[in-house]
Protein backbone atom coordinates (compact mmCIF):
# COMPACT_ATOMS: atom_id res chain seq x y z
CA UNK A 1 0.00 0.00 0.00
CA UNK A 2 1.47 3.21 -0.77
CA UNK A 3 1.73 5.97 1.74
CA UNK A 4 0.14 9.39 1.04
CA UNK A 5 2.21 12.18 3.12
CA UNK A 6 -0.11 15.26 3.83
CA UNK A 7 2.23 17.83 4.86
CA UNK A 8 -0.45 19.94 6.69
CA UNK A 9 1.90 22.19 8.68
CA UNK A 10 3.83 23.74 5.78
CA UNK A 11 3.18 27.57 5.94
CA UNK A 12 4.37 29.92 2.90
CA UNK A 13 7.47 32.32 2.99
CA UNK A 14 5.33 35.99 3.17
CA UNK A 15 9.35 38.00 2.49
CA UNK A 16 10.20 35.62 -0.71
CA UNK A 17 10.64 37.70 -3.63
CA UNK A 18 8.64 36.14 -6.43
CA UNK A 19 9.57 38.84 -9.23
CA UNK A 20 12.62 38.15 -8.63
CA UNK A 21 12.39 34.35 -9.26
CA UNK A 22 10.18 34.69 -12.30
CA UNK A 23 12.43 36.94 -13.75
CA UNK A 24 15.47 34.65 -13.41
CA UNK A 25 13.30 31.85 -14.78
CA UNK A 26 12.57 34.19 -17.94
CA UNK A 27 16.64 34.41 -18.80
CA UNK A 28 17.03 30.63 -18.51
CA UNK A 29 14.59 29.86 -20.64
CA UNK A 30 15.66 33.20 -23.32
CA UNK A 31 19.08 31.65 -22.89
CA UNK A 32 18.51 28.40 -23.51
CA UNK A 33 16.29 29.32 -26.33
CA UNK A 34 19.39 30.59 -28.33
CA UNK A 35 21.40 27.75 -27.57
CA UNK A 36 18.67 25.37 -29.49
CA UNK A 37 18.41 28.19 -32.33
CA UNK A 38 19.26 26.41 -35.84
CA UNK A 39 21.26 28.87 -37.90
CA UNK A 40 18.53 30.02 -40.23
CA UNK A 41 16.65 31.42 -37.54
CA UNK A 42 17.59 34.93 -36.29
CA UNK A 43 17.15 36.21 -32.99
CA UNK A 44 16.81 40.28 -32.44
CA UNK A 45 19.17 40.50 -28.93
CA UNK A 46 20.58 44.06 -30.13
CA UNK A 47 18.18 46.64 -29.60
CA UNK A 48 19.43 48.40 -32.94
CA UNK A 49 17.75 44.96 -34.62
CA UNK A 50 14.72 46.13 -32.92
CA UNK A 51 14.28 49.57 -33.78
CA UNK A 52 15.14 48.62 -37.71
CA UNK A 53 12.60 45.74 -37.46
CA UNK A 54 9.84 48.42 -35.26
CA UNK A 55 10.88 51.26 -38.42
CA UNK A 56 10.33 48.79 -41.27
CA UNK A 57 7.25 47.52 -39.90
CA UNK A 58 5.55 51.48 -38.88
CA UNK A 59 7.09 52.71 -42.34
CA UNK A 60 4.63 49.86 -44.21
CA UNK A 61 1.64 50.93 -41.95
CA UNK A 62 2.30 54.21 -42.91
CA UNK A 63 1.97 53.83 -46.65
CA UNK A 64 -1.02 52.01 -45.95
CA UNK A 65 -3.79 53.77 -47.72
CA UNK A 66 -7.35 53.01 -45.52
CA UNK A 67 -10.24 52.94 -48.09
CA UNK A 68 -13.40 54.77 -47.65
CA UNK A 69 -17.05 53.79 -48.71
CA UNK A 70 -17.79 55.98 -51.53
CA UNK A 71 -14.40 57.08 -52.03
CA UNK A 72 -12.86 57.08 -55.61
CA UNK A 73 -9.48 55.61 -55.50
CA UNK A 74 -6.38 54.88 -57.96
CA UNK A 75 -5.73 51.24 -58.46
CA UNK A 76 -3.80 48.44 -60.40
CA UNK A 77 -5.23 45.16 -61.79
CA UNK A 78 -3.42 42.26 -59.87
CA UNK A 79 -5.57 39.04 -61.66
CA UNK A 80 -8.44 38.22 -63.11
CA UNK A 81 -11.12 35.55 -62.95
CA UNK A 82 -14.08 34.21 -64.85
CA UNK A 83 -15.79 36.21 -62.68
CA UNK A 84 -13.74 38.24 -60.34
CA UNK A 85 -10.89 40.71 -61.05
CA UNK A 86 -8.27 41.65 -57.80
CA UNK A 87 -6.94 45.49 -57.27
CA UNK A 88 -4.57 47.13 -55.54
CA UNK A 89 -5.84 49.74 -54.06
CA UNK A 90 -3.29 50.47 -51.43
CA UNK A 91 -4.29 48.41 -48.74
CA UNK A 92 -3.11 45.22 -47.48
CA UNK A 93 -5.18 42.94 -49.41
CA UNK A 94 -6.52 43.63 -52.81
CA UNK A 95 -10.22 44.38 -53.46
CA UNK A 96 -12.89 42.55 -54.88
CA UNK A 97 -14.33 43.54 -58.56
CA UNK A 98 -17.57 41.80 -59.71
CA UNK A 99 -17.34 41.37 -63.39
CA UNK A 100 -20.52 40.42 -63.52
CA UNK A 101 -21.63 43.83 -62.01
CA UNK A 102 -20.02 45.96 -64.61
CA UNK A 103 -21.50 47.57 -67.76
CA UNK A 104 -20.83 45.43 -70.63
CA UNK A 105 -18.87 47.71 -72.75
CA UNK A 106 -15.98 48.09 -69.72
CA UNK A 107 -15.64 44.64 -68.94
CA UNK A 108 -12.72 44.21 -71.81
CA UNK A 109 -10.82 47.30 -70.29
CA UNK A 110 -10.20 45.45 -66.96
CA UNK A 111 -7.22 43.53 -67.62
CA UNK A 112 -3.98 42.56 -65.54
CA UNK A 113 -1.53 45.25 -65.21
CA UNK A 114 -4.56 47.88 -66.27
CA UNK A 115 -4.42 51.10 -64.19
CA UNK A 116 -7.73 52.68 -63.30
CA UNK A 117 -9.95 54.54 -61.01
CA UNK A 118 -12.70 52.33 -59.28
CA UNK A 119 -15.28 53.10 -56.47
CA UNK A 120 -15.36 52.07 -52.77
CA UNK A 121 -18.08 50.26 -52.61
CA UNK A 122 -17.99 48.46 -49.56
CA UNK A 123 -15.09 48.07 -46.55
CA UNK A 124 -15.39 45.77 -43.78
CA UNK A 125 -12.00 46.29 -42.07
CA UNK A 126 -12.73 45.13 -38.73
CA UNK A 127 -10.55 42.11 -38.18
CA UNK A 128 -6.97 41.83 -38.16
CA UNK A 129 -6.38 39.03 -40.81
CA UNK A 130 -8.82 39.66 -43.39
CA UNK A 131 -10.52 42.33 -44.99
CA UNK A 132 -13.87 42.56 -47.24
CA UNK A 133 -13.49 45.33 -49.90
CA UNK A 134 -15.80 45.47 -52.54
CA UNK A 135 -15.03 47.95 -55.47
CA UNK A 136 -16.44 48.83 -58.95
CA UNK A 137 -15.01 50.31 -62.18
CA UNK A 138 -18.56 51.28 -63.59
CA UNK A 139 -19.33 53.20 -61.01
CA UNK A 140 -16.28 55.40 -60.87
CA UNK A 141 -16.81 56.51 -64.68
CA UNK A 142 -20.53 56.84 -63.43
CA UNK A 143 -19.41 59.36 -60.55
CA UNK A 144 -16.64 60.82 -63.02
CA UNK A 145 -19.34 61.95 -65.39
CA UNK A 146 -21.91 63.01 -62.92
CA UNK A 147 -18.96 65.40 -61.64
CA UNK A 148 -18.20 66.21 -65.15
CA UNK A 149 -21.98 67.14 -66.37
CA UNK A 150 -22.44 69.13 -62.63
CA UNK A 151 -19.14 71.48 -63.38
CA UNK A 152 -20.56 71.46 -67.06
CA UNK A 153 -23.76 73.44 -65.53
CA UNK A 154 -24.58 77.04 -67.72
CA UNK A 155 -21.55 76.40 -69.77
CA UNK A 156 -21.13 75.50 -73.35
CA UNK A 157 -21.49 72.02 -73.27
CA UNK A 158 -23.43 68.78 -74.26
CA UNK A 159 -24.08 65.31 -73.77
CA UNK A 160 -25.23 62.63 -75.90
CA UNK A 161 -28.39 61.44 -73.65
CA UNK A 162 -30.73 58.57 -73.91
CA UNK A 163 -34.45 59.62 -73.05
CA UNK A 164 -35.17 56.73 -70.91
CA UNK A 165 -38.65 57.36 -69.02
CA UNK A 166 -41.66 60.27 -69.72
CA UNK A 167 -42.53 61.50 -66.29
CA UNK A 168 -45.04 64.35 -65.42
CA UNK A 169 -43.58 67.34 -66.07
CA UNK A 170 -41.07 65.76 -67.97
CA UNK A 171 -38.41 63.17 -68.75
CA UNK A 172 -35.81 61.48 -67.00
CA UNK A 173 -32.58 60.93 -69.46
CA UNK A 174 -29.23 58.99 -68.75
CA UNK A 175 -26.07 60.35 -69.86
CA UNK A 176 -23.63 56.91 -69.01
CA UNK A 177 -25.73 55.70 -66.07
CA UNK A 178 -26.03 59.28 -64.42
CA UNK A 179 -30.00 60.35 -64.07
CA UNK A 180 -30.82 63.29 -65.50
CA UNK A 181 -33.85 65.30 -65.47
CA UNK A 182 -35.74 67.34 -68.29
CA UNK A 183 -38.71 69.23 -68.39
CA UNK A 184 -41.19 68.83 -71.05
CA UNK A 185 -41.15 72.60 -71.99
CA UNK A 186 -37.42 72.10 -72.97
CA UNK A 187 -37.52 68.84 -75.20
CA UNK A 188 -37.56 71.28 -78.18
CA UNK A 189 -37.02 74.56 -80.06
CA UNK A 190 -40.76 75.05 -79.81
CA UNK A 191 -43.46 73.66 -77.80
CA UNK A 192 -43.51 69.98 -78.43
CA UNK A 193 -46.57 68.74 -79.66
CA UNK A 194 -46.26 65.36 -79.46
CA UNK A 195 -44.41 64.36 -75.73
CA UNK A 196 -44.06 60.68 -76.63
CA UNK A 197 -42.10 61.14 -79.78
CA UNK A 198 -38.67 61.49 -77.70
CA UNK A 199 -39.40 58.44 -76.05
CA UNK A 200 -35.83 55.77 -76.58
CA UNK A 201 -34.09 58.34 -78.47
CA UNK A 202 -30.59 59.63 -78.51
CA UNK A 203 -30.76 63.44 -77.68
CA UNK A 204 -27.41 66.08 -77.02
CA UNK A 205 -28.78 68.41 -73.85
CA UNK A 206 -27.02 70.83 -72.02
CA UNK A 207 -26.96 71.22 -68.20
CA UNK A 208 -28.82 74.42 -66.92
CA UNK A 209 -29.59 74.06 -63.59
CA UNK A 210 -29.02 71.73 -60.38
CA UNK A 211 -32.01 71.03 -58.05
CA UNK A 212 -31.23 71.09 -54.56
CA UNK A 213 -34.78 69.25 -53.64
CA UNK A 214 -35.00 66.94 -56.34
CA UNK A 215 -31.12 66.28 -55.88
CA UNK A 216 -30.58 65.53 -60.00
CA UNK A 217 -29.44 67.56 -62.45
CA UNK A 218 -31.26 69.62 -64.88
CA UNK A 219 -30.94 69.42 -68.85
CA UNK A 220 -32.24 71.17 -71.97
CA UNK A 221 -32.51 70.20 -75.17
CA UNK A 222 -33.66 73.61 -76.05
CA UNK A 223 -30.58 75.48 -75.24
CA UNK A 224 -28.48 72.71 -77.60
CA UNK A 225 -30.85 73.04 -80.50
CA UNK A 226 -30.57 77.05 -80.52
CA UNK A 227 -26.93 76.86 -80.43
CA UNK A 228 -27.15 75.45 -84.08
CA UNK A 229 -29.24 78.29 -85.41
CA UNK A 230 -26.86 80.49 -86.73
CA UNK A 231 -25.05 78.12 -88.72
CA UNK A 232 -28.21 76.46 -89.88
CA UNK A 233 -29.29 79.81 -91.05
CA UNK A 234 -26.22 80.21 -92.96
CA UNK A 235 -26.71 77.52 -94.68
CA UNK A 236 -29.72 77.85 -96.03
CA UNK A 237 -30.61 80.22 -99.10
CA UNK A 238 -33.69 81.31 -100.82
CA UNK A 239 -35.63 78.66 -103.34
CA UNK A 240 -33.88 75.72 -100.88
CA UNK A 241 -37.21 73.74 -100.35
CA UNK A 242 -37.87 71.72 -97.10
CA UNK A 243 -41.03 69.99 -95.29
CA UNK A 244 -41.46 70.63 -91.60
CA UNK A 245 -44.50 70.82 -89.46
CA UNK A 246 -46.67 73.16 -87.89
CA UNK A 247 -45.85 74.23 -84.38
CA UNK A 248 -48.66 77.22 -84.66
CA UNK A 249 -50.75 79.65 -85.83
CA UNK A 250 -52.17 83.44 -85.95
CA UNK A 251 -54.05 85.68 -87.72
CA UNK A 252 -51.86 86.34 -90.23
CA UNK A 253 -49.71 83.15 -90.95
CA UNK A 254 -48.34 79.78 -90.26
CA UNK A 255 -45.59 79.03 -88.06
CA UNK A 256 -43.42 75.56 -89.18
CA UNK A 257 -40.73 73.87 -87.46
CA UNK A 258 -37.95 72.65 -90.01
CA UNK A 259 -34.30 71.79 -90.54
CA UNK A 260 -34.49 70.10 -86.58
CA UNK A 261 -34.01 73.52 -84.73
CA UNK A 262 -34.93 76.66 -87.51
CA UNK A 263 -38.36 78.39 -87.40
CA UNK A 264 -40.45 80.28 -90.23
CA UNK A 265 -43.19 82.01 -91.03
CA UNK A 266 -45.50 81.28 -94.24
CA UNK A 267 -47.95 84.01 -94.85
CA UNK A 268 -51.76 82.90 -95.66
CA UNK A 269 -51.02 84.94 -98.53
CA UNK A 270 -48.15 82.31 -99.63
CA UNK A 271 -50.45 79.60 -98.91
CA UNK A 272 -51.42 76.89 -101.44
CA UNK A 273 -55.16 76.40 -101.71
CA UNK A 274 -55.72 73.45 -99.74
CA UNK A 275 -53.56 74.71 -96.72
CA UNK A 276 -55.17 78.25 -97.19
CA UNK A 277 -58.75 76.60 -97.24
CA UNK A 278 -57.61 74.75 -94.24
CA UNK A 279 -56.35 77.74 -92.20
CA UNK A 280 -59.38 79.86 -93.07
CA UNK A 281 -61.23 76.82 -91.63
CA UNK A 282 -58.79 76.16 -88.56
CA UNK A 283 -58.19 72.59 -89.36
CA UNK A 284 -54.77 73.39 -89.72
CA UNK A 285 -53.16 72.84 -86.83
CA UNK A 286 -49.96 71.77 -84.99
CA UNK A 287 -48.08 69.12 -86.34
CA UNK A 288 -49.80 69.08 -89.39
CA UNK A 289 -46.62 68.21 -91.59
CA UNK A 290 -46.08 70.77 -94.96
CA UNK A 291 -43.96 71.60 -97.78
CA UNK A 292 -42.34 75.27 -98.57
CA UNK A 293 -39.62 77.14 -100.20
CA UNK A 294 -37.52 79.74 -98.39
CA UNK A 295 -38.41 83.10 -99.64
CA UNK A 296 -36.16 85.12 -97.79
CA UNK A 297 -33.48 85.55 -94.57
CA UNK A 298 -33.95 89.09 -93.32
CA UNK A 299 -31.21 90.69 -92.09
CA UNK A 300 -32.91 90.32 -87.75
CA UNK A 301 -32.47 86.40 -89.19
CA UNK A 302 -36.18 85.75 -89.70
CA UNK A 303 -37.08 83.25 -91.83
CA UNK A 304 -39.59 84.23 -94.56
CA UNK A 305 -41.21 80.81 -96.61
CA UNK A 306 -43.75 79.79 -99.24
CA UNK A 307 -45.81 77.62 -100.50
CA UNK A 308 -46.29 78.84 -104.13
CA UNK A 309 -44.04 79.22 -106.83
CA UNK A 310 -40.66 81.28 -105.92
CA UNK A 311 -39.62 83.78 -107.35
CA UNK A 312 -36.29 85.05 -106.26
CA UNK A 313 -35.30 88.38 -105.24
CA UNK A 314 -32.00 89.75 -106.23
CA UNK A 315 -30.35 92.04 -103.37
CA UNK A 316 -29.93 95.56 -105.49
CA UNK A 317 -26.67 96.51 -103.21
CA UNK A 318 -24.72 93.13 -105.15
CA UNK A 319 -24.04 94.84 -108.11
CA UNK A 320 -24.94 98.65 -107.08
CA UNK A 321 -21.36 99.66 -107.91
CA UNK A 322 -21.70 98.47 -111.39
CA UNK A 323 -24.97 100.39 -111.98
CA UNK A 324 -23.70 103.70 -110.06
CA UNK A 325 -20.43 105.60 -109.98
CA UNK A 326 -19.62 108.29 -107.74
CA UNK A 327 -19.79 111.31 -108.67
CA UNK A 328 -22.42 111.27 -110.59
CA UNK A 329 -25.98 112.93 -111.35
CA UNK A 330 -29.31 110.61 -109.95
CA UNK A 331 -32.35 110.76 -110.17
CA UNK A 332 -34.10 109.77 -106.87
CA UNK A 333 -37.63 109.91 -105.46
CA UNK A 334 -38.65 111.48 -102.21
CA UNK A 335 -39.29 108.70 -99.04
CA UNK A 336 -39.72 110.99 -96.03
CA UNK A 337 -38.96 114.50 -95.20
CA UNK A 338 -37.86 115.21 -91.67
CA UNK A 339 -36.08 118.04 -89.49
CA UNK A 340 -32.54 116.32 -90.52
CA UNK A 341 -32.89 116.57 -94.26
CA UNK A 342 -34.46 114.40 -97.14
CA UNK A 343 -34.51 110.41 -97.49
CA UNK A 344 -33.73 109.61 -101.15
CA UNK A 345 -34.72 106.15 -102.45
CA UNK A 346 -32.91 105.84 -105.99
CA UNK A 347 -34.31 102.06 -106.12
CA UNK A 348 -36.74 100.06 -103.80
CA UNK A 349 -34.27 98.75 -100.97
CA UNK A 350 -31.40 101.96 -101.64
CA UNK A 351 -32.52 104.74 -99.88
CA UNK A 352 -29.86 107.39 -98.80
CA UNK A 353 -30.13 110.77 -96.63
CA UNK A 354 -29.65 114.24 -98.31
CA UNK A 355 -28.92 116.06 -95.46
CA UNK A 356 -29.82 119.84 -94.34
CA UNK A 357 -26.15 120.77 -94.13
CA UNK A 358 -25.61 119.63 -97.63
CA UNK A 359 -28.75 121.32 -99.06
CA UNK A 360 -27.68 125.42 -99.85
CA UNK A 361 -29.78 127.84 -98.37
CA UNK A 362 -31.63 129.70 -101.51
CA UNK A 363 -32.99 126.03 -101.53
CA UNK A 364 -36.74 125.98 -99.49
CA UNK A 365 -37.42 122.39 -98.74
CA UNK A 366 -41.11 123.67 -98.23
CA UNK A 367 -41.19 123.18 -102.59
CA UNK A 368 -40.63 119.50 -101.78
CA UNK A 369 -43.52 116.81 -101.05
CA UNK A 370 -42.73 113.18 -100.03
CA UNK A 371 -43.01 111.19 -103.70
CA UNK A 372 -41.81 113.69 -105.48
CA UNK A 373 -38.43 113.32 -108.22
CA UNK A 374 -35.41 114.89 -107.40
CA UNK A 375 -31.98 115.06 -109.14
CA UNK A 376 -29.17 115.34 -107.16
CA UNK A 377 -25.23 114.21 -106.97
CA UNK A 378 -24.65 111.00 -105.59
CA UNK A 379 -21.02 111.30 -103.48
CA UNK A 380 -20.73 108.16 -101.66
CA UNK A 381 -21.49 104.52 -101.19
CA UNK A 382 -20.92 102.25 -98.31
CA UNK A 383 -21.47 98.49 -99.41
CA UNK A 384 -21.13 97.00 -95.82
CA UNK A 385 -23.31 99.60 -93.90
CA UNK A 386 -25.38 99.72 -97.09
CA UNK A 387 -25.65 103.44 -97.18
CA UNK A 388 -25.46 106.19 -99.90
CA UNK A 389 -24.77 109.89 -99.82
CA UNK A 390 -26.21 113.15 -101.47
CA UNK A 391 -25.49 116.53 -102.49
CA UNK A 392 -27.20 119.32 -104.31
Known amino acids: MTQK??????????????????????????????????????VYSHSEDAQEYYDL????????????????????????????????IGWREDAILDLN?????????????????????????????HSDLEVSYSEAIKHLKYREIYESIKKPVAFLAHVKELIHGGYFLDINGVRVFMPGSLGGVNKLINFD????????VCPINYSKEKNYIVVSHRSYLQSLIPEAID???????????????????????????LTGLIHKSDLVDDDLANFNSR???????????????TEQNRIIL??????????????IQDKYTVPSEVTGRIRKKTKYGLFIEL???????????????????????????????????????KKVFFKI
Open 197 to 204: DLLGKDIY
Open 5 to 42: TIYNDIQPLEDFDWEAYEAEDTRNKFNKNIKTASKKDK
Open 347 to 385: EPKIVGLLHVSDIPDYIDLENFQEGDNITLNLVKIEIES
Open 306 to 319: TQKEFIPVIDPWED
Open 235 to 261: SIDPGDAFSGFVTGTTKFGVFVEFNKC
Open 57 to 88: LNSSLQNLTIPIEGDLVKATINSRGPRYAYLD
Open 101 to 129: KEYPEYVDQLVPGAEVEVFVKKTNLETQT
Open 283 to 297: HLKPGDEVEFTVKEK
